[in-house]
């Protein structure tokens, strides 16, 4: 279908290389194995393709069609027309590894401007081109702690009120390490705000305390008393964060963390239905030769001029192999240059708006569910960015599909994860939910059976 | 001419794309968490569009010419993939939506799951790794919990032939396994005797690049399968060269037990500058139930008056989670149209001139220069950029000289097994006039490198920016072009 041979092409080509016909160049294969039937449906012209693939699409319901109050880890936003536009170019997106600094400069002053941007929204001094998400540059980081230590610290804290799935695929990336205890998220430590059961278990043995800002529940926790426990026994502490909450919230590196990572959805990258997304990685100088994945430094060339380079690369899997920290190859290209896109079209004033948005829409839809009888706040009493636990006194699942039944998206039901939190719902409000909006969600609410 | 940062763009009190304010009652920031100061750029909207498509012109691209980066299979993208991963309908759909909201998104899954088994002569596949790398990662997770699982601790060993990836040690060392290099022998087969005596009680499996980076399918395929098999070890595909074997050769048919495929290279999504990839992993029936979690099944099969549904289940022994929700969505969208559009008899296509276009410049190429491993190649080949009687010219000089005939150059210094390496990919998607030209230039560039050394060892002329001083940034260690005044660069 791509392929643009002639006839006649094809008979030049053989020509030269000296055989006969094109099968014959697959003599090597075994006869047995050679040229097997496909079972594949009859292709499709462009045309038919894009009908078929727009009657899948359709076959979707999306937060365009319902009102959205569901994040958990991904997060609707408005995305600038501009954004996907530039992101269309086919000299970005149909470019590779920019291995060849000379031809590839506009990728990597981007990705440069990708790090500072990230550097400066998480107050870190180094931040690298980009992991596959959230939960692998949380994965990363305590590869990291582990290396830091050279394995001789056996203990790694992970709060419990960290994503459950960054928790999973944590425990996933260090399966081998037998030595290695993955702890502090079990039920007995809890969730309390004091984070006082955390602490009470950092000791000189424990490599790594992690966190969430504003953690899973939406809740804008001090980290300060934690740090300065984890540093007293010479651990390191590194913070997952939400971007968007860091422009109203001062960043992580400013307390002490000594890496921080997060989820770069939120920073113009469509939900797609969970990826690709963007992690984003970033730490403090003293930690720089141990960061894994790309990075892009800043150098000059033989006239003098500035120029941009992958750099430090002798850290990687292609030079190391077995002993690379890390077997990342590729960074999330070109949603870091969403994301750098996105923030630089934003700027210092529009970033702001759109998370202090967040936090009044979110402020006004806590403040209305609770009034509505039957649902109440369990965490009122901890400041929270754009996301709330809401206690409901029926059935979570029932409700959601009420919510469902009326166009809403009512939200995530906790107790999947958190038994503790039976009867609890996470709500996430962004700037897309309008205020005509929340007030359909409260009469919604108002309209249930209550138990 | 050097285009600014971002940061020297700023003015302060410029905006680009602001909001409206909050229309309902407002609450407070608490003050003990509130930002001090967010120095982020100032810039109108019109300057951020100039910035970055400036940013666009200084790259190449496949849009822009032939890029023939070995391993990398960087063929045409096709647009109308872009098209449709952007369909509402796919990109505002939610991860955690509910299942009966995203019945389209789970059966494009469910069938891609077994397009891609299909292609593969597998069992089962996930969709899950974010990259081929990441697929390495759960290949060999799995291989680990197999043998865990049968009690069979012994099996410590990897081996992984001196022509693989170098992403192929890493992988086998993040699980904790042993990796054993393997060498090739002279003909750029795995060779056997060293393969027999490396398969003992501590072998847990090899990883088998077939086509290996040379371009050069394994003569003794089914042989090197058989041997790892019968000493009790799995064998891992990288897949990363299966563009030549689409509707030639089903790895899964000969034995092998799992294997990812690189959906950035075989079909067709965009390499993005570096990024996303997507590295879905096909198992054999033995292996179904190690698949990551969560995986999509068809939950009921419908009838003649309803359709099928849909859902996620995890497998019985699932190895878990890599990942936060389920994979590179859109690009998993991409790919199936791909396949969709193209079928068996246009996958069959990709392979054959995938595989002829290679053949065709190896052909034209190899009197000027030195073909260490003279056989029908694959989708690939590799060259020394050397010659004895030019002994300062090197396989760099001759890449950054491609630039000034305004061809990305292949490949090079991979795989280390050959000396300087010049590793061609030239994918289907060209045509004969462009390999002609290439093939020109390169033969054009063996000729300047007698007759005028200068030009190669001072290229690229026509570049943005010439050679770079890659020792200065390592030294340096420059990462962020901080805005002047706010931050301290050396602190």
């Known amino acids: ?451 | 001419m050097r285009e600014p940062t971002i940061f020297e763009l700023s003015s302060p009190g410029r905006t680009g794309v602001t909001f409206q304010e909050p229309d309902v009652p407002l609450t407070d920031i608490p003050q003990e968490f509130a930002r001090a100061n967010l120095p982020f750029p100032e810039i109108s909207e019109l300057g951020v569009v100039r910035h970055f498509t400036k940013l666009s012109q200084k790259n190449y691209a496949i849009d822009l010419g032939f890029y023939p980066l070995g391993s990398c299979t960087m063929k045409y993208n096709p647009k109308i993939n872009e098209a449709i991963a952007r369909y509402p309908g796919f990109a505002a759909t939610h991860p955690l939506q509910p299942e009966d909201t995203v019945q389209g998104n789970l059966y494009l899954m469910y069938t891609l799951q077994n397009w891609l088994a299909e292609i593969g002569g597998f069992a089962d596949t996930t969709l899950e790794p974010a990259a081929g790398a990441q697929g390495e990662l759960v290949g060999t997770m799995i291989i680990a919990r197999y043998h865990k699982d049968r009690g069979d601790l012994k099996r410590t060993r990897i081996l992984i032939p001196d022509s693989a990836h170098g992403t192929n040690p890493a992988s086998s060392a993040m699980l904790g396994f042993d990796p054993v290099q393997l060498p090739s022998d002279e003909r750029g087969n795995v060779d056997l005797k060293a393969l027999r005596e490396l398969c003992d009680d501590r072998l847990a499996g090899l990883m088998f690049t077939n086509p290996n980076t040379l371009g050069l399918f394994d003569e003794n395929t089914a042989e090197v399968i058989r041997i790892v098999h019968e000493a009790g070890g799995l064998v891992y595909g990288d897949g990363a060269n299966m563009n030549a074997l689409l509707g030639v050769f089903k790895p899964g048919n000969c034995g092998i037990d799992v294997m990812h495929f690189n959906l950035h290279k075989t079909f067709s999504t965009p390499h993005g500058g570096g990024g996303p990839g997507s590295g879905a992993v096909m198992v054999c029936e033995k292996l179904v139930d190690y698949l990551p979690d969560p995986h999509v099944v068809m939950t009921d099969p419908g009838d003649e008056e309803t359709a099928p549904t849909y859902g996620f289940a995890r497998p019985k022994k699932s190895i878990g989670r890599v990942k936060a929700f389920h994979g590179h969505f859109g690009m998993l969208v991409r790919a199936y149209t791909y396949i969709a559009m193209l079928g068996q008899d246009g996958l069959r296509d990709v392979a054959e001139k995938a595989v002829l276009n290679a053949n065709y410049l190896q052909a034209k190429l190899k009197g000027s220069y030195t073909l260490p491993y003279d056989r029908s190649c694959m989708h690939e080949f590799v060259l020394e950029g050397y010659w004895k009687d030019v002994p300062d010219i090197r396989a760099l000089d001759i890449a950054k000289r491609l630039m000034d005939y305004d061809f990305h150059p292949p490949t090079n210094y991979f795989p280390l097994i050959v000396h300087e390496a010049l590793m061609i990919e030239p994918t289907e998607t060209e045509s004969i006039e462009t390999l002609d030209q290439f093939a020109d230039a390169m033969v054009k560039i063996a000729e300047e490198a007698r007759t005028q050394p200068e030009l190669l060892k001072n290229a690229p002329h026509n570049t943005p920016v010439k050679r770079a001083d890659e020792l200065k940034a390592a030294k340096d260690l420059v990462f962020c072009c901080y805005p002047a005044g706010d931050w301290d660069r050396n602190k």
Do not use: W
């Open chain 1, 1 to 451: 279908m791509f392929t643009p041979h002639t006839k006649a092409d094809v008979e030049a080509m053989l020509k030269t290389i000296g055989v006969g016909k094109v099968e014959d160049l697959f003599n090597v294969v075994p006869e047995k194995y050679r040229f097997p039937d496909l079972n594949l449906p009859e292709p499709l012209s462009e045309m038919e393709a894009a009908a078929e693939l727009d009657s899948i699409a359709s076959a979707n319901a999306t937060t365009r069609d319902f009102i959205c109050f569901l994040g958990a880890g991904a997060y609707q936003h408005y995305i600038p027309a501009a954004v996907d536009n530039l992101l269309q170019r086919g000299e970005f997106y149909t470019s590779y590894t920019p291995y060849q600094p000379e031809i590839s400069q506009g990728t990597l002053q981007a990705i440069f401007e990708f790090q500072s941007l990230i550097s400066l929204l998480t107050g870190m001094d180094v931040s690298n081109a980009s992991h596959y998400d959230g939960a692998t540059a949380a994965a990363e980081a305590v590869i990291l702690a582990n290396h830091h230590f050279r394995g001789k610290r056996s203990k790694v804290l992970l709060s419990r009120a960290i994503n459950p799935q960054y928790r999973e695929v944590i425990r996933g990336y260090m399966q081998a390490n037998a030595a290695l205890h993955i702890v502090g998220d079990d039920p007995e430590t809890g969730i309390e705000p004091d984070l006082k059961n955390l602490i009470a278990q950092i000791d000189l043995d424990t490599s790594l305390v992690m966190v969430q800002y504003p953690d899973f529940f939406g809740r804008i926790i001090d980290y300060k008393p934690l740090i300065e426990a984890a540093h007293a026994q010479g651990a390191l502490v590194a913070v997952v964060v939400n971007p968007t909450a860091l422009a109203l919230l001062t960043p992580p590196g400013e307390i002490g963390a000594d890496i921080v990572v997060g989820e770069g959805q939120p920073l113009g990258i469509p939900l797609s239905y969970g990826g690709p997304y963007l992690g984003f990685f970033a730490v403090k100088n003293p930690l720089l030769r141990k960061i894994s994945g790309r990075l892009v430094g800043e150098t000059v060339d033989t006239q003098g001029e500035l120029a941009y380079v992958l750099t430090l690369t002798a850290r990687e899997q292609h030079i190391r192999r077995e002993k690379a920290t890390s077997n990342i190859c590729s960074n999330q290209g070109l949603m870091a240059l969403a994301a750098t896109i996105y923030m630089t079209l934003l700027g210092k004033t529009g970033f702001q708006q759109v998370a202090n948005l967040c936090y009044q829409n979110a402020h006004y839809t806590a403040n209305t569910v609770q009034e509505v009888p039957g649902f109440s706040l369990p965490f009122k009493a901890t400041p929270f960015f754009h996301e709330f636990v809401v206690q409901a006194d029926q059935d979570v699942p029932e409700l959601l599909v009420h919510l469902q039944d009326h166009g809403i998206l009512g939200g995530y039901d906790l107790s999947q994860d958190y038994p503790e939190l039976e009867g609890c719902l996470l709500m996430a409000v962004t700037e897309m939910n309008s205020r005509e909006d929340i007030d359909y969600l409260t009469d919604v609410l108002s309209e249930v059976e209550h138990a």
